[in-house]
T-cell receptor
């Protein structure tokens, strides 16, 4: 199984550009998440989804948008990129259940210059 | 304001030493997890604790969940260079659904 796949792995954007970070999982997980991580720090939740068609904001949603049209895919859209969005972005998924572990992708390193 | 505060933020020790990492909050958690992350990779789950006062052991690692389910600790005995990494606690607030909030992280370096 591929698990959680994120693309691209690296990207450089100019201020004001837009892009979509792709995330797909093949484990039939209900829950999917987007986190961002600044160097040496913990992860901050951007958006999450409990199933197709349902999304909700996390701690730091400003400047981002998501959609969940299928169980497998959970893309993250950056509109009008800003230097403050320079970070590593992780997508994760899990089964339903309060004690379930998260499976993470390998991350997307994004620089906004 | 960070929901889960970890201490220390950085820790550099010699091989064979013991260490403890703390994860504290003012909120009550229905469960708490510890993850370890290596450079260039996503976090990987080490353990889940769900009952106040619970202690779990994973080889040289001992995890404890506080009696009031507001805090947790990770103790490593006889640290080895392979333990080097970023340690993250993560919790689900009681009544908060399946949303997982991560702590601030503890960067551990174990040197020979």
């Amino acid at each position: 199984n591929a698990g959680v796949t994120q693309t691209p792995k690296f990207r450089i954007l100019k201020i004001g550009q837009s892009m979509t970070l792709q995330c797909t999982q093949d484990m039939n997980h209900n829950y999917m998440y987007w986190y961002r991580q600044d160097p040496g720090m913990g992860l901050k939740l951007i958006y999450y989804s409990v199933g197709a068609g349902i999304t909700d904001k996390g701690e730091v949603p400003n400047g981002y948008n998501v959609s969940r049209s299928t169980t497998e895919d959970f893309p993250l859209r950056l509109e009008l990129a800003a230097p403050s969005q320079t970070s590593v972005y992780f997508c994760a998924s899990s089964y339903w259940g309060v004690n379930e572990k998260l499976f993470f992708g390998s991350g997307t390193q994004l620089s906004v210059l | 304001t960070q929901l889960l505060e970890q201490s220390p933020q950085f820790l550099s020790i010699q091989e064979g030493e013991n260490l403890t990492v703390y994860c504290n909050s003012s909120s009550v958690f229905s469960s708490l997890q510890w993850y370890r992350q290596e450079p260039g990779e996503g976090p990987v789950l080490l353990v889940t604790v769900v009952t106040g006062g619970e202690v779990k052991k994973l080889k040289r690692l001992t995890f404890q969940f506080g009696d009031a389910r507001k805090d947790s600790s990770l103790h490593i005995t006889a640290a080895q260079p392979g333990d080097t990494g970023l340690y993250l606690c993560a919790g689900r607030v009681t009544g908060g659904g399946n949303k997982l909030t991560f702590g601030t992280g503890t960067q551990l370096k174990v040197e020979l």
